[in-house]
Structures are given as C-alpha cells and as structure tokens.
C-alpha cells in the first residue's frame, strides 16, 4: 500500500524536506501532499477573483480559494503530521488537526516540549505526538511496514 500524508503547519523550518529526505532514505512507500507553503501566494489566492479593498475580505476570499486544496487533500490522506513551531501561532494547523479529528482521519502533532499545554486537545485526539522529523520517520516507518 501507497500511503498519502499530508503535511500541515509552520512553513518557516525544513521540517518537510527531512521528512521526506527520511522517508526517501528507507524507501518507504509515502507520498506527500500539503497546502502552498509559499506565505505570499497562499495570502494572494484569492486575488484573481479581483483584490477587496478591506483586508479582512482577502484573507477570507483568499482562506477560501486555499481551503478548496487543503479540504480535498486531508480528506484524500491516510495521515497527516501537524507541525507546530514556537515562532508563530499556526491557528490553520490547530484548524487542519481539528478538522481531521472530525473526519477521524488519523494525525501527527509535531513540536516542542513547552506547547503541550497549549496543545492539550489537539494532541488528546492525535495518534501520536512527535518532538523531532526524526521521530515521524520511525513513525511511518512502522506503519508502513511494521517494522
């Protein structure tokens, strides 16, 4: 089996590429997907549809036009990492988490030590929580292969 998993959260680490380094590296059957990581793009998504003169109507015609590619793809996943850094609150990660807890499509947090406060109910309703890209390769290492 193929598995898809979709990698959600902060865009300002390498986070992704070591995963996918990791997972390149064991040969494990993975295919990753995710949102635009590009902050420019994804805040301007919603542009072509004409630019709103209030800010608050781009991000939320902008959230929407990015949200047609994050809803079809967690929907689509067999498992999705959410990673969490420390330098910025990713509130579209704590969406993404809550919004695979209501599909009951299995996920990963990912971050430090000091957010299991902040955390607490999205890391209730994960299957595991990782504190290293490192610790997610063993992760789909096993359940990939059982081993």
Not at 7 to 25: P, Y
Not at 29 to 43: C, I, Q, R, Y
Not at 110 to 131: F, I, R, S, Y
Request: charged residues 20%; hydrophobic residues 40%.
């Amino acid at each position: 089996m193929n598995w898809t998993v979709y990698l959600s959260g902060e865009i300002h680490t390498d986070w992704r590429e070591q995963l996918q380094a990791g997972v390149e590296a064991l040969g494990l059957p993975v295919e990753f997907t995710g949102p635009v990581t590009n902050h420019e793009a994804s805040d301007a998504a919603g542009d072509m549809l004409g630019v709103p003169e209030v800010q608050f109507w781009r991000d939320h015609q902008s959230s929407k036009v990015n949200g047609i590619r994050t809803k079809t793809l967690l929907e689509q996943c067999d498992l999705a990492v959410i990673r969490f850094g420390d330098k910025y609150k990713q509130w579209n990660a704590a969406f993404d988490a809550g919004y695979c807890a209501a599909l009951g499509r299995p996920y990963i947090t990912l971050h430090d030590e000091d957010l299991v406060h902040p955390l607490k109910e999205v890391d209730a309703a994960a299957m595991a929580w990782a504190q290293t890209p490192e610790q997610v390769i063993e992760v789909l290492r096993y359940v990939t292969t059982a081993r």
